[in-house]
């Protein structure tokens, strides 16, 4: 663990964006800050709390070094950093899901534009690559669910009882839209990391999605989840021994090298799992071509990481496979109270460049 002078620092700081209402916070109960346990050199932080745009807000890279939230994200004990979100709070503007989630920022710029190929990566595939910041990248993160929403308004929906815990997203990009023949730049996501249990189970499921590369509005642009540990989202059956339980340990690493993705899967009472994938085709990651994919994958996209706890009980009530109608009253402290919110402690979150896989 790092030893850095952040209490000091937390105190004396009012452009760290240590407030909160108004009033900076106190030195965190654990006395121990999450930037003396991850490097969060290259990482901004979005929380279920309202910002100045009515949005949910953002910490950047620079202030997030010396920033907690006592509730939503900080530093325990155990060193470990606590990522929280209630099902009902503010959300970014594309999404009706709260998070307590880093995104990548490649440039370290504090006032960077998220959008800049400086903070992003892209595949080799991509005629562009080598204005972007790197080509492919690494993350690797060891983390325990503690909690995922008990109740749901819609349980028989796939993201009902779920939290994502790791992703790649590509960047939604007007450019890209509109002044190419291909079908890029919605914003799609070439990977989620998934936890979920049903509230009547003694274990969860750790499955990961790969969501087809089109355009928002086309009725293929869906997610293919592949198992990890117990099933899928879709399958209320009981995992049991083969799944993973609320507070247990485990490790994943998403490795992009050139053109293709390594997945690999750890904890101690299971299996190690492996997956890989050409994001630069339509062959998924059982070796089947997908006619109904983008052919060309996502070779024109950028791309960047999210760690974090993405809660995926909406609480919005729709049609739809995402609205999840999931019930919350604001109120942090009653939310928590009635299991109304996701929570995710991690040990470790690092980046790195891609690594070429041993053979």
Same mark, same amino acid.
């Given at each position: 663990m790092k030893h850095l002078p952040h209490l000091k620092?937390?105190?004396?700081?009012? #452009?760290?964006?240590?407030?909160? #209402?108004?009033?900076a916070l106190p030195p965190p109960a654990s006395g121990v800050l999450p930037a003396d346990i991850i490097d969060l050199s290259y990482w901004k932080i979005t929380l279920p709390l309202e910002g100045s745009s009515g949005k949910a807000r953002e910490v950047n890279v620079g202030r997030i070094d010396a920033f907690y939230h006592p509730d939503f994200f900080y530093a325990n004990a155990e060193n470990g950093v606590v990522f929280a979100a209630p099902n009902k709070a503010a959300t970014t503007g594309g999404s009706t899901n709260t998070r307590s989630e880093f995104r990548q920022m490649m440039s370290g710029d504090s006032g960077g534009d998220p959008k800049? %190929?400086?903070?992003?990566?892209?595949?080799a595939a991509n005629p562009n690559a %080598?204005?972007? &910041?790197?080509?492919?990248?690494?993350?690797?993160?060891?983390?325990?669910?503690? &909690? $995922?929403? $008990?109740h749901a308004g819609y349980p028989n929906k796939p993201p009902a009882y779920s939290v994502v815990?790791?992703?790649?997203? &590509?960047?939604k990009d007007d450019n890209l839209l509109y002044n190419t023949d291909d079908a890029f730049g919605w914003g799609n996501e070439p990977i989620k990391i998934y936890y979920k249990k049903w509230p009547n189970h003694t274990t969860g499921s750790v499955f990961w999605t790969y969501e087809k590369n089109l355009p928002k509005r086309d009725p293929n642009r869906t997610d293919v989840a592949y198992p990890v540990w117990g099933n899928s989202w879709e399958n209320p059956a009981e995992p049991?021994?083969?799944?993973?339980?609320?507070?247990?340990?485990?490790?994943?690493?998403? @490795?992009?090298h050139d053109n293709i993705m390594f997945l690999t899967f750890t904890t101690k009472n299971q299996p190690e799992v492996k997956y890989e994938i050409d994001l630069s085709n339509n062959i998924g990651a059982n070796g089947k071509v997908d006619a109904l994919d983008n052919p060309s994958g996502y070779q024109k996209d950028w791309f960047y990481f999210k760690a974090g706890a993405y809660n995926q009980c909406s609480s919005k009530d729709a049609p739809g496979i995402w609205y999840?109608?999931?019930?919350?009253?604001?109120?942090?402290?009653?939310?928590? $109270? @009635?299991?109304?919110? &996701?929570?995710?402690?991690?040990? %470790?979150?690092?980046? #790195?460049?891609s690594e070429a896989p041993t053979k």
């Open positions: 620092y937390l105190l004396t700081s009012i #452009s760290a964006s240590l407030l909160l #209402s108004g009033c800049s %190929k400086r903070n992003n990566f892209a595949l %080598k204005n972007f &910041a790197d080509i492919g990248g690494k993350l690797e993160a060891t983390l325990k669910v503690d &909690a $995922v929403s $008990v815990v790791g992703q790649i997203h &590509a960047g049991g021994e083969q799944g993973i339980a609320l507070g247990e340990e485990f490790s994943y690493i998403i @490795n992009v999840t109608n999931c019930p919350g009253t604001g109120d942090w402290a009653i939310d928590k $109270v @009635n299991g109304d919110y &996701a929570q995710a402690t991690f040990s %470790k979150i690092v980046l #790195s460049a």
